[in-house]
């Protein structure tokens, strides 16, 4: 990581000088960074910590941020708004990118707004209101979560103690994870990227299959060491953070790519002698095409040709068309537009009011505290007691994402 550092910045600090740089801003800003992890092992979240380090060693005079907080813990936004008041009072001049209304409205001094690539707006955000920059950004407010109170059903996926060492050095171990989800609930999982979320959802989803017997169970059936494909005739099905490589792949079309997961559709088609039935995946994909309002051309584009937004609301559409009993969805709307954002909350609170169990990891504060019914909180492999969402605080789970839970 600090070689991908020390590449962006101007000759004059050795590669010595720049792990050290790395760690000093890095333990100012609150981030958790280590300077020999090879790039490729982190998560998302912990490469855009990355990008946010190397801007700040560059002591630059034009600043660009794009959506830069989704990894950080509440405190760690406040702390780097002050630096980037700080930075401003200087004469550097910043340009953030972020679809957070309400930090736009906090930050900036002056906003441009953007819709299908046309500027809609410019304004001063402070003088705006979330509802009216919204309707800059998608032309409408987006309509509120409609949520209903109801009692939540059986256990449909538990995990009990779960250990796990981690698959590689830079990993994280997970220790003692228990959680237990519900039918008709939704149970959020707080955190800032890199305390053992991967290593957890891989081994909910099956793509690691070294859990302890008796360690993960889906309805009563032990699934600790059973792969992807059976946990989803089991009803589980699972919206990856990476859209392209791992929630899809690049180059095939959308229509392929509904073969990634919905067995039940491989299945329908009864392979003939090797042939699969083309018209029948098109038809598929262009219902969920339709259904979410993703802006493609066809069922027949790559899915490597939809913006990040288009694409994860087609991956979720998947996902959500194959009816799951247990849905685990994680960073549903990062990147995502406000309307956008909108749609894909609202259509997986719809599954949670059918019965369907929804286990949501994100990042995002504001998103759990929206649809989530109970939350815990991941911090360094593992998992806080379960909080009823009404008793739950911006600053208690603020604390609570360094592992300040054991005294409360």
Same mark, same amino acid.
């Given at each position: 990581?600090?070689?991908n550092?020390?590449?962006?910045?101007?000759?004059?600090?050795?590669?010595?000088?720049?792990?050290?740089?790395?760690v000093?801003?890095?333990?100012?800003?609150?981030?958790?960074?280590?300077?020999?992890?090879?790039?490729?092992?982190?998560?998302?979240?912990?490469?855009?910590?990355?990008?946010?380090?190397?801007?700040? @060693?560059?002591?630059?005079?034009?600043?660009?941020?794009?959506?830069?907080?989704?990894?950080?813990?509440?405190?760690?936004?406040?702390?780097?708004?002050?630096v980037?008041?700080?930075?401003a009072s200087?004469?550097c001049?910043?340009?953030?990118?972020?679809?957070?209304l309400?930090?736009?409205?906090?930050?900036?001094t002056?906003?441009?707004?953007?819709?299908?690539?046309?500027?809609?707006?410019?304004?001063?955000p402070?003088?705006?209101s979330?509802?009216?920059l919204?309707?800059?950004?998608?032309?409408?407010?987006?309509?509120a979560?409609?949520?209903?109170?109801?009692?939540a059903?059986?256990?449909?996926?538990?995990?009990?103690?779960?250990?796990?060492?981690r698959?590689?050095?830079?990993?994280?171990? @997970?220790?003692?994870?228990?959680?237990?989800?519900?039918?008709?609930?939704?149970?959020?999982?707080?955190?800032?990227?890199?305390n053992?979320?991967?290593e957890?959802?891989?081994?909910?989803?099956?793509?690691?299959t070294?859990?302890?017997?008796?360690?993960?169970?889906i309805?009563?059936?032990?699934?600790?060491?059973?792969?992807?494909?059976?946990?989803r005739?089991?009803?589980?099905h699972?919206?990856?953070?990476?859209?392209?490589?791992?929630?899809?792949?690049?180059?095939?079309?959308l229509?392929d790519?509904l073969?990634?997961?919905?067995?039940?559709?491989?299945?329908?088609?009864?392979w003939m002698?090797?042939?699969?039935?083309?018209?029948?995946?098109?038809?598929?994909?262009?219902?969920?095409?339709?259904?979410?309002?993703?802006?493609?051309?066809?069922?027949?584009?790559?899915?490597?040709?939809l913006?990040?937004?288009?694409?994860?609301?087609?991956?979720?559409?998947r996902?959500?068309?194959?009816?799951?009993?247990?849905?685990i969805?994680?960073?549903?709307?990062?990147g995502?537009?406000?309307?956008?954002?909108?749609?894909i909350?609202?259509?997986?609170?719809?599954?949670?009011?059918?019965?369907?169990?929804v286990?949501?990891?994100?990042e995002?504060?504001?998103?759990?505290?929206?649809?989530?019914?109970?939350?815990?909180?991941?911090?360094?492999?593992?998992?806080?007691?379960?909080?009823p969402?009404?008793?739950?605080?911006?600053?208690?789970?603020?604390?609570?994402?360094?592992?300040?839970?054991?005294a409360?």
């Open positions: 990581m600090a070689e550092v020390w590449l962006g910045l101007e000759p004059g600090p050795t590669l010595e000088e720049t792990r050290a740089l790395i000093a801003k890095a333990s100012h800003y609150g981030l958790d960074i280590d300077p020999e992890r090879p790039v490729h092992t982190l998560s998302v979240g912990e490469m855009q910590r990355v990008e946010i380090i190397r801007a700040l @060693l560059a002591n630059p005079s034009i600043l660009i941020l794009d959506e830069p907080t989704s990894v950080l813990t509440p405190q760690a936004v406040e702390k780097l708004f002050v980037l008041r700080q930075l200087e004469g001049s910043i340009l953030y990118i972020s679809h957070k309400h930090e736009i409205r906090a930050l900036c002056a906003c441009t707004v953007l819709r299908g690539g046309r500027v809609t707006g410019v304004c001063v402070a003088q705006e979330n509802d009216s919204s309707r800059l950004m998608i032309g409408s407010e987006p309509p979560l409609a949520r209903r109170v109801q009692q059903g059986a256990v449909v996926m538990e995990v009990r103690s779960l250990r796990l060492a698959l590689d050095q830079y990993g994280v171990d @997970l220790h003692d994870v228990s959680l237990q989800l519900r039918a008709g609930e939704v149970l959020g999982i707080a955190g800032v990227s890199g053992g979320q991967q957890l959802l891989r081994a909910l989803s099956g793509e690691d070294r859990a302890p017997h008796g360690t993960v169970l309805e009563g059936v032990d699934v600790s060491g059973a792969g992807p494909a059976a946990r005739l089991l009803g589980l699972f919206v990856p953070e990476e859209r392209l490589g791992r929630g899809a792949v690049p180059p095939l079309s229509a790519n073969l990634l997961t919905r067995e039940e559709a491989v299945q329908s088609q009864r002698g090797g042939w699969i039935d083309t018209a029948l995946l098109r038809t598929q994909a262009n219902r969920i095409i339709d259904r979410f309002k993703v802006k493609a051309h066809g069922s027949t584009a790559a899915a490597r040709s913006s990040g937004g288009n694409l994860q609301k087609f991956i979720v559409g996902e959500i068309d194959a009816k799951p009993r247990c849905f969805v994680s960073q549903p709307t990062w995502v537009d406000v309307g956008a954002a909108a749609q909350r609202a259509a997986i609170l719809a599954m949670r009011d059918a019965g369907c169990a286990l949501l990891v994100s995002e504060l504001d998103e759990l505290f929206q649809m989530a019914d109970r939350l815990q909180v991941m911090a360094q492999g593992a998992l806080s007691p379960a909080l969402i009404a008793d739950a605080t911006v600053e208690q789970v603020g604390q609570w994402m360094s592992g300040l839970w054991s409360a």
